[in-house]
C-alpha cells in the first residue's frame, strides 16, 4: 500500500501492476471514512458516459504534467526530481495525505465509487484473480460501538453488494475493541491486524 492512497489510485495502481504480478487473491483494504473523501479531494477519475470509468480531464496531475515526456526525464536527470519542486509540494498533499475529516458525501462520489469498484471487479476477473474488499471502520467508530450511526460505511457496503464484490466487514470484529487499534496514529495494533487476518481468512474459507 502507499500511504494516502484512496480507491481510484489504487484501480489506477491495479491495472498498471496487475499482469505483472499475477496475484491468485486481490485483498483490497477500503477505509470509508476518508476514501469516500479521497474521490472528492484527487479528482483523478469520474464516470464515464456508459457508466464505466474515464481519466477526469483536466486534474490536479495533468494541469501540473509538461506537454512531453522527455521534459520530465530531463528534468529528473538533471535535479533528481520529475517536477519543479513547486509542482510537487501542490501534488504532495493531494495525492499522498488523507483528510482529517470526511467532507459530507455527495451521490454522485457514491456512484464514481460504485463505478470503481466494478471496474475492480473486472480488473481482478481479467487476472484471473480473487477479489475480496475489507471494510475497515475508524478508531472513533470502534469506540463508539454504534454501528447505526455509521453511515459512510453502510454506503460503501452497499455499493460493494450492488455491484457484486465480495466483502468482509470488521466492523462485527472491532466496534467495542478500541484497543486493536494504537492511540497515537488510530491504525491497527499487532492485535488488530490479528483479527483482521482472522476474519479474511474465515471469508475466503466459505
Known amino acids: 500500500g502507499v500511504q494516502g492512497y484512496g480507491p481510484d489510485q489504487e484501480l489506477l495502481t491495479l491495472r498498471r501492476l496487475g499482469s505483472k ?49 522527455s521534459l520530465m526525464l530531463a528534468r529528473f536527470a538533471a535535479t533528481g526530481h520529475f ?67 455509521m453511515f459512510l460505511n453502510q454506503a460503501m457496503i452497499s455499493r460493494l453488494n450492488e455491484c457484486g464484490v465480495p466483502f468482509v466487514d470488521l466492523s462485527e470484529s472491532v466496534l467495542g475493541h478500541p484497543e486493536l487499534y494504537t492511540s497515537e496514529e488510530h491504525h491497527f495494533s499487532a492485535a488488530g491486524h490479528r483479527a483482521t487476518a482472522a476474519a479474511i481468512a474465515a471469508r475466503m474459507e466459505r
Not at 462520489?109 to 470503481?116: E, K, P
Open 21 to 69: 504480478l499475477a496475484p491468485d487473491t486481490i485483498i483490497w483494504s477500503l477505509f470509508p471514512s476518508n476514501d469516500f473523501n479521497d474521490l472528492i479531494k484527487n479528482r483523478l477519475l469520474e464516470e464515464s458516459p456508459d457508466g464505466g470509468i474515464m481519466a477526469a480531464k483536466p486534474n490536479a496531475v495533468t494541469a501540473e504534467l509538461p506537454a512531453f515526456r
Open 83 to 149: 517536477l519543479p519542486q513547486a509542482a510537487e509540494s501542490r501534488l504532495q498533499p493531494l495525492l499522498f495525505v488523507d483528510s482529517e475529516a470526511p467532507e459530507p458525501v455527495r451521490e454522485d462520489t457514491v456512484v464514481l465509487f460504485q463505478a470503481i469498484a466494478t471496474a475492480f471487479k473486472e480488473e481482478a476477473s481479467n487476472l484471473k484473480a480473487k477479489l475480496l474488499a475489507v471494510v475497515i471502520p475508524s478508531l472513533e467508530e470502534a469506540q463508539s460501538n454504534d454501528k447505526e450511526s
